[in-house]
Each structure stands twice: as structure tokens, then as C-alpha cells.
């Protein structure tokens, strides 16, 4: 029944013809261009692949839960075997961190097929052995999940592109339905875990992660979360791991997990354009 409703929500998708000139990438390879967009980063595995993930606090990271997995055996991957490069770009970090712990919704099975419950519950946080407090690096703030014809942001890193961020702008959700995302946006392998943005008031707010990568009648499309009940889950995991401290954990629709000096993230630099 949860298929069918995500292949009848993907059958909606084809219907809105989305343009391929909303799907254009733009590196951010150099200092300027990537001003602001710093905390998002590369997760590294030990050498044995990537992913892309964002900080939401000064020492938690936003990803996709199937990031935690080894694909080849199904076993969750040690944390401390992967490590956070927050803007990372050719070959340096602005901050490297380990993994203290990481908790993956309750609810996520690695191996399951693509569906609309793998979808919803493909979310993870990663807590880092040490907060990163850096004026470049300054965490992004949660907000509800769009609506279907709003414009959106991904920046991530990907197979080919391993070595820099790239944004995505502008693309567009398709539609939503059971708490899945379908949207425009190009991703490709190393991708998983891209945080989604939303840009109300100049501002970027993390709305969704990237799940899977598709192709709808030729089209690329991405699926992805929305964050209010997966992160109110993980929230409550994280807590109880934590012996019950609730403290800097982030919260959809607010700043809390933003600056971490000020409690209110500035733009820095971080627009999207229109194409």
C-alpha cells in the first residue's frame, strides 16, 4: 500500500514537467563561493566511501540513516570509523571531527526496497567528539517541509565531484505526500544525506535530506524526508543515549541550532540565484 502511494506520487511528478534548466550545478570550490555554505561537509568512511551531511549544532550532523550502513554486509558502520570535513574542498577542511555516536530513526531497515517508509525514516544525527566553534563554520537552522511547487536548494558532494560542494539552484519540490519529498533536484552516489534548503527571508533553513535518486520519464528527481516527526524521533533517541540531556539539540522550525554564539544564523554570504 506504501508503495503504490509513493509510485502514484512519483506518477504526479511526471505530470508537472519539471524543466531541465532548474537542475543546473555550480561548484563551490573557492573560498568566496563557498562563503556561508561551510557546515555542510563530507562524511568520509574509512577510506571506504562518502556522504554528505550538515551540522545543526556545533556538534551534530544531519545525514541520511542508510549512510551508517555498510552496503555489502548490512551492518551498521562503527561510528568512530567516519569523520566530518566541514567545507571541505580541494583537499583541505576549514574542521575535522570523529563520531562519538550516531542515531539512525528507530523506524529505518537498510534492506528494505525504495519506499515511501524507507524514504520517510532515512535520517540520521551524528554527535562529534568535539563541538566545532568556528566563525566560518556556523550550523543551519530546521524548518517545516515545503510545499509542492516551492523552490529549493541542495548542495552536496557526488561521484565526479568528490572534491567540492555544488549547488543546486534553484530546483523545485514536485509534490509531497506521507511525509516523502519528490523534487528536481540532480543527485548522484555521495549525495545521499544532502541537506535540502529552503530560502525564506534570505536565509537558509535545512527542510529535507536526500534519500534516493531517480529517473522519471527521463527526468532526474531525488526523494527525500520531511524533518518535523523523523527529528522529533531522533531527538528523543539522542536524548536517552545522552542520559537525558536535551541541550543544543536542534528543533524544526526554529534557530536554536543555529549560530552558536547568537542564537540566530546570519546569511553570510549564502544566496541562492535564480538561473
Keep these: 500500500m506504501r508503495r503504490a502511494a509513493l509510485l502514484s506520487l512519483i506518477g504526479l511528478f511526471v505530470a508537472l514537467s519539471v524543466q ?106 551524528l554527535e562529534l567528539d568535539q563541538p566545532i566553534r568556528k566563525s566560518t563554520v556556523v550550523p543551519f537552522a530546521l524548518d517545516e517541509r515545503p510545499h509542492a511547487g516551492d523552490r529549493i536548494g541542495v548542495i552536496s558532494y557526488a561521484r565526479g565531484r568528490s572534491e567540492a560542494p555544488s ?9 509531497r505526500q506521507a511525509g516523502v519529498l519528490v523534487m528536481s533536484c540532480t543527485v548522484d552516489f555521495g549525495a545521499s544525506g544532502a541537506p535540502v534548503f529552503s530560502f525564506a527571508d534570505g536565509v537558509p533553513r535545512i527542510v529535507s535530506v536526500v534519500s534516493a535518486k531517480a529517473a522519471i520519464d527521463g527526468a532526474p528527481v531525488s526523494l527525500g524526508t520531511a524533518l518535523a516527526s523523523p527529528i522529533a524521533r531522533l531527538r528523543a533517541e539522542l536524548a536517552i543515549a545522552r542520559g537525558g540531556s536535551w541541550s543544543s539539540l536542534p528543533q524544526v522550525g526554529t534557530d536554536t541550532a543555529a549560530n552558536p554564539g547568537t542564537g540566530t544564523r546570519r546569511e553570510n554570504g549564502a544566496k541562492f540565484v535564480k538561473p
Design 167 to 175: 549547488l543546486q539552484e534553484m530546483c523545485e519540490v514536485a509534490t
Design 20 to 125: 531541465a534548466d532548474d537542475t543546473r550545478l555550480r561548484s563551490l570550490d573557492s573560498l568566496y563561493g563557498a562563503r556561508g555554505w561551510d557546515a555542510v561537509g563530507r562524511l568520509d568512511f574509512a577510506g571506504k566511501g562518502f556522504c554528505t551531511g550538515a551540522l545543526v549544532a556545533p556538534d551534530l550532523v544531519l545525514t541520511a540513516a542508510h549512510c551508517m550502513y555498510d552496503k555489502s554486509t548490512g551492518e551498521r558502520i562503527d561510528p568512530a570509523s567516519v569523520e566530518f570535513r566541514a567545507g571541505w574542498r580541494n583537499g583541505r577542511a576549514e574542521a575535522y571531527r570523529g563520531v562519538r555516536r550516531a542515531v539512525v530513526h528507530p523506524d529505518f531497515q537498510f534492506g528494505s526496497r525504495i519506499s515511501a517508509d524507507r524514504v520517510r525514516n532515512d535520517v540520521a544525527l
